[in-house]
């Protein structure tokens, strides 16, 4: 039997953990920047995370997080995605920065 969804869906652009460096990602993992500026929620599994964007949160004036996870972020943010998962095999786009781990 097959039925129809009509309801809400989300698209969620995988990209490379390589987007943000390493000291970002330790800072993610420990729960450093969550505690540090409750801004975005994390979703941790063993590749990677899943990143939140919350919709009133001005990333440009945000003090508490770093340089390479606001430009992630602002980036997303730029083509409609509330979300943004980061994972070790996903892809690279040429407008953000690499980091070598």
Not at 68 to 96: E, I, M, P, Q, T
Request: aromatic share 14%; charged share 25%; with cysteine.
């Amino acid at each position: 039997m097959t039925t129809k969804f009509d309801g809400w869906t989300m698209k969620v652009p995988v990209l490379s953990t390589g987007h943000i460096s390493q000291t970002t990602m330790k800072s993610i993992t420990t729960g450093y920047i969550k505690t540090l500026c409750n801004e975005t929620d994390f979703l941790l599994y063993e590749e990677g995370v899943f990143i939140s964007i919350y919709e009133d949160f001005d990333i440009d004036k945000s003090r508490c997080l770093p340089e390479d996870f606001k430009a992630l972020l602002a980036w997303a943010r730029s083509l409609g995605y509330n979300w943004v998962r980061l994972d070790r095999d996903g892809d690279y786009v040429d407008s953000l920065k690499v980091y070598e781990w």
